[in-house]
């Protein structure tokens, strides 16, 4: 990527939206699976469709990780389609919005240790828009105090677990231990 290019995604990331979220599920009370995880659902409003984005917690003793899912609401399930390519950044403005209310309005203080997110693939096997979502991520971990310390595509991975959801590029960052507090912390010193 040449410098202009990440400068631009640079000055574009910093364009976080407030998001109309329109509902919270399971507030207050998470939603905790048989593997001990934690769900929260929140549906936003943009360009008059309804997005939701789910944010999962998996812990495993005392390791955690966050795995991000967002996509259309359509006949009030979340589509696995690919999102409206012409709002991409709006979109991706909107979602990091929401993990931070997310931060804001779940009170748990885990210890993150990686951060798993899927984005969809245009056409077969094209990964464009994964590489603007990765460089917009990562743009906005830096400012939650997030430091990513490797990052691996686990698409095939994914596909061989999880076969029906076969049009995202699923990547998953190793970060420097993190608490949640933490990066609240960091959120609050930025505003």
Not at 3 to 8: R, S
Not at 23 to 48: A, C, H, L, Q, V
Not at 52 to 78: A, C, P
Request: charged share 30%; glycine share 6%.
């Amino acid at each position: 990527m040449k410098f202009e290019e990440w400068k631009k995604l640079n000055e574009i990331g910093d364009r976080i939206k407030k998001p109309n979220i329109l509902k919270r599920f399971n507030w207050p009370f998470d939603s905790k699976g048989n593997d001990g995880s934690k769900t929260f659902f929140y549906d936003i409003e943009m360009e008059k469709n309804v997005y939701r984005v789910v944010i999962q917690i998996f812990t495993n003793g005392d390791k955690s990780s966050i795995k991000i899912d967002f996509g259309r609401i359509v006949e009030g399930n979340l589509s696995m389609d690919m999102t409206n390519s012409g709002i991409m950044l709006e979109l991706m403005s909107n979602l990091v919005g929401t993990i931070k209310e997310w931060l804001q309005d779940y009170k748990g203080n885990e210890t993150i240790y990686s951060i798993i997110v899927g984005a969809k693939m245009e056409h077969g096997l094209d990964f464009r828009r994964a590489k603007i979502y990765d460089a917009y991520l990562k743009n906005n971990f830096k400012k939650m105090g997030i430091q990513v310390r490797e990052e691996f595509d686990i698409t095939d991975e994914w596909r061989k677990e999880f076969p029906e959801d076969n049009q995202s590029k699923m990547t998953n960052y190793r970060l420097e231990p993190i608490s949640l507090d933490t990066m609240r912390k960091a959120i609050s010193n930025r505003i």
